[in-house]
Every structure is written in structure tokens, then in C-alpha cells.
T-cell receptor
């Protein structure tokens, strides 16, 4: 079975702090994604990565950056956390884009609170 | 820009009932459509994936249909059980890389 793990289930940070959210998948997937989920807004794509060292902006990249130095790991970075970044963050991976139809596998999520 | 809508936002049914969850999307030029389940405070679990060339997919008590021309999909759950209680999310694959999600339907199956 595909396993996608996220470094923390719950995280509390202060405004202005630099925050790292880590995601690891164990199935040699090429594509990885970061979403945030907010009540009434659904899941929104922040960034995604086709492969190692590659990244593309999603729908709401402002205030975030990402890093993909190894194939299995995709990190989301909040350079200076703000209260409006309080949310549930979900990581996902997918085998590759060529078939288009491959499903995305999700991690358990990290609930981040910024005070 | 693709928009995905799920109605109703919440649904409560007695155990054993058959039910239908609805999903609509604005742009019919899609590659696939997926239904996910999310339990409270957890990540998403993929239930069914329908490619754009398909009309339906089935897995156990679940059946998902797709009508691209009308921009609609339904998820049919037969003989519902309390363990089916969760939020069900519809997501449309509109490019090689991205999914657009609906806000979900929160289902409660009462024993």
C-alpha cells in the first residue's frame, strides 16, 4: 500500500515564525502536492512538484514556498507565518502524470494553528 | 476556471437506506473525476476514479457515474451503514497535474 506520512499531526506556531511541514511517500511517486483545507472553501492547491527539484505554483502560493531535494520528500515552508495561514495542510502523491488518470494518495494532514 | 459544487452540504439518513450524493462542475473538458472519503481530522481516501471516457465505476456498495456533457457526477451508496458516516469529496481532474475539489457532503448514517 502507498503510504504518505506528514511530520506532525498538530502544530502551534507564533506569527512571524518560519514553519516547515514535511511530507514523505514510500512508493517512488514522481508527483507530489500540497493543499490546504478550510471550512467552506474545500481543498485548494498551494504548490506541486512533477519530480525532484521541480515545482510549480498552484492556486494559492502566496506566503508559501516548497522544496523537493529528494524524490520521496516534499517540504512546504511558511517563510513568516501569519494567522490567516491557520488551516489543515494535506500532502498527496501520485505515480506520474503521463496517464493523467492516476489517483492521488493523501497523508493524514497537519493541523497548523498560528497565534 | 473550473468550479465544482456538491449539494447538499450535509445529509442524514437512517441505516439501510440507499442514497445519492451529487457533484456538478462547470467545465466539461475534464480528464477524470474522483470521489474521496474523509473521516474527521484525517486525510482523504480515494474511493472511485472515473476516466473521461467512462460512464461509471463500481466498488462494492459504491457506484459512481459521470455525465460530462451535463457536468454532473453522482455517487450512489447502497444499503448505507453507520461506518459510511464521513465527508465525501468530489474532485475533477482538468489538466495533467491538478484536481479541483468540491467542498464536500457530510454524511451521517444513523443506527
Amino acid at each position: 500500500d502507498v503510504k504518505v506520512t506528514q511530520s506532525s499531526r498538530y502544530l502551534v506556531k507564533r506569527t512571524g515564525e518560519k514553519v516547515f511541514l514535511e511530507c514523505v511517500q514510500d512508493m517512488d511517486h514522481e508527483n507530489m502536492f500540497w493543499y490546504r483545507q478550510d471550512p467552506g472553501l474545500g481543498l485548494r492547491l498551494i504548490y506541486f512538484s512533477y519530480d525532484v527539484k521541480m515545482k510549480e505554483k498552484g492556486d494559492i502560493p502566496e506566503g508559501y514556498s516548497v522544496s523537493r531535494e529528494k524524490k520521496e520528500r516534499f517540504s512546504l515552508i511558511l517563510e513568516s507565518a501569519s494567522t490567516n495561514q491557520t488551516s489543515m495542510y494535506l500532502c498527496a502523491s501520485r505515480y506520474k502524470t503521463s496517464g493523467i488518470s492516476d489517483t492521488q494518495y493523501f497523508g493524514p494532514g497537519t493541523r497548523l494553528t498560528v497565534l | 476556471k473550473q468550479e465544482v459544487t456538491q449539494i447538499p452540504a450535509a445529509l442524514s439518513v437512517p441505516e439501510g437506506e440507499n442514497l445519492v450524493l451529487n457533484c456538478s462542475f462547470t467545465d466539461s473538458a475534464i480528464y477524470n473525476l474522483q470521489w474521496f472519503r474523509q473521516d474527521p481530522g484525517k486525510g482523504l481516501t480515494s474511493l472511485l476514479l472515473i476516466q473521461s471516457s467512462q460512464r461509471e465505476q463500481t466498488s462494492g456498495r459504491l457506484n459512481a457515474s459521470l455525465d460530462k456533457s451535463s457536468g454532473r457526477s453522482t455517487l450512489y451508496i447502497a444499503a448505507s451503514q453507520p461506518g459510511d458516516s464521513a465527508t465525501y469529496l468530489c474532485a475533477v481532474g482538468g489538466s495533467a497535474r491538478q484536481l479541483t475539489f468540491g467542498s464536500g457532503t457530510q454524511l451521517t448514517v444513523l443506527p
